[in-house]
């Protein structure tokens, strides 16, 4: 069990850190953390799922909640019905781009609200080491219900284009075939990978990962499609490809869909702190407000709440909308992306090249023995820039900008810098890394 419950969720390897019996676990310290009776329950194709599904709704019911299962969906899908169904809490059955090997659970309360570590996943693990999670008053039930017709209908809800586009999706052999089952009849869809496989036998799941995306890349310039878009292991992330095969960078990607939601009137954003200016830029030309936000969807969600912003993007591919309670419907990106492209008769490539303003170094890891002692020197250095320690450190001068934060998921140090033009970028760049590694 140690070392399963993480910084936004839990997850490890199964049977040995996360098996039936923790799972049960989790159940019952779910309930009495929670304090909820109606519990929405979803999963991936992982072939563990049914039996971790089978072991936590038996730690639910008994611990006095009643279980809505939604069968398999995505993780977007299951967030809805959250929301939709008015339920107490979610927990979503899936490792995400993990290996096959792997599996674990989203958590969320009411509206889709996520329990990070800091907000209730610390406070579980305690729970489940002490099995302090007392007598339940009733016993709980199970209920099963099909929420892909209204996933459907909610995505469908924001269609503007009227032609089918040619969009070569990559599924991953994962969940990317239920996020955009209801809306595939829209598209000209050329599949990749589109059979449920919980072993992955083709490629990691994770778009981040340039190398996955070689095979649509090739199939866009192939077949001379609109653009590619390359899901994650439960389609809450997505990679995007322009009409000629190149990768869309996931700052750049929050730029394009801001576009069509401000056609619809001024809205604040949030982007991700280690985007490109020309994030901000590009939404305030728009007429809408831009609000940088620190990195991890918990911190996100929250303050899209609290300042009523109708969308988000990271850097990470994941997209954020009001209108899925405020989390991640990578479906409603393609048809944001769809009637972008619509609206401004242009090609996908031709939306994304006024975008690329700067050299970006793109997000670089490099492990440290004493993180502390780095930013201590970060500070003194680059003392004469603007400096804002939202997340990490952030330093602004009038040609370049960069962030160095601590990763919430890995022993490393990570870095973005960007500047007026590559050989300054490139300058920097090194100079922060030697900076870093010592």
Not at 322 to 336: C, H, V
């Amino acid at each position: 069990m140690a070392g399963i419950f993480k910084a936004y969720d839990i997850r490890g390897i199964y049977p040995t850190d996360l098996n039936p019996e923790i799972a049960e676990k989790i159940g019952r310290a779910y309930v009495a953390f929670t304090g909820a009776k109606k519990v929405v329950v979803a999963r991936d194709m992982r072939p563990h799922s049914v039996n971790l599904f089978s072991a936590l709704a038996k730690g639910l019911t008994e611990q006095g909640a009643d279980v809505i299962d939604i069968g398999l969906a995505s993780t977007p899908m299951s967030y809805h019905a959250n929301g939709k169904l008015k339920a107490d809490g979610s927990i979503m059955i899936t490792a995400s781009h993990n290996p096959g090997e792997w599996n674990g659970f989203k958590l969320c309360k009411a509206d889709a609200v996520p329990i990070s570590g800091a907000t209730g996943i610390a406070d579980i693990e305690n729970i489940v080491k002490n099995q302090s999670w007392g007598e339940p008053e009733r016993q709980g039930s199970i209920s099963t219900y099909d929420i892909a017709g209204e996933y459907a209908n909610f995505l469908r809800s924001h269609v503007k284009f009227t032609r089918r586009f040619k969009v070569v999706v990559d599924y991953a052999n994962a969940m990317g075939l239920y996020e955009i089952a209801g809306i595939k009849d829209l598209f000209d869809i050329v599949p990749l990978y589109d059979t449920l496989d919980g072993t992955f036998p083709n490629h990691h799941a994770n778009p981040l990962e340039t190398d996955t995306l070689d095979a649509i890349r090739a199939k866009v310039v192939e077949v001379g499609a609109d653009f590619g878009a390359a899901f994650d292991g439960d389609a809450d992330r997505c990679g995007f490809i322009d009409n000629n095969g190149d990768i869309i960078p996931m700052d750049l990607f929050t730029a394009l869909i801001a576009q069509d939601i401000l056609a619809d009137g001024k809205a604040t954003i949030l982007y991700d702190l280690r985007s490109s200016w020309a994030v901000k830029e590009c939404i305030e030309e728009n007429g809408g407000v831009a609000v940088m936000s620190r990195v991890g969807h918990a911190f996100i969600k929250n303050q899209m709440r609290e300042l009523n912003a109708v969308f988000a993007g990271e850097l990470s591919g994941h997209y954020y909308f009001k209108e899925n309670f405020t989390a991640e419907s990578q479906g409603l990106a393609m048809i944001k992306l769809a009637n972008l492209i619509e609206s401004s008769g242009k090609k996908v490539s031709e939306l994304v090249a006024p975008l690329r303003r700067y050299a970006f170094s793109g997000e670089i890891n490099s492990k440290v023995a004493d993180t502390k002692k780095v930013f201590e020197k970060i500070r003194e250095k680059y003392a004469d820039g603007k400096i804002v320690e939202l997340d990490g450190i952030s330093v602004d001068y009038p040609e370049w900008h960069f962030n160095v934060r601590a990763s919430n998921t890995e022993p490393v140090i990570r870095l973005i810098c960007e500047a007026k033009c590559q050989k300054l970028m490139e300058e920097k760049r090194d100079e922060l890394l030697a900076l870093i590694r010592g």
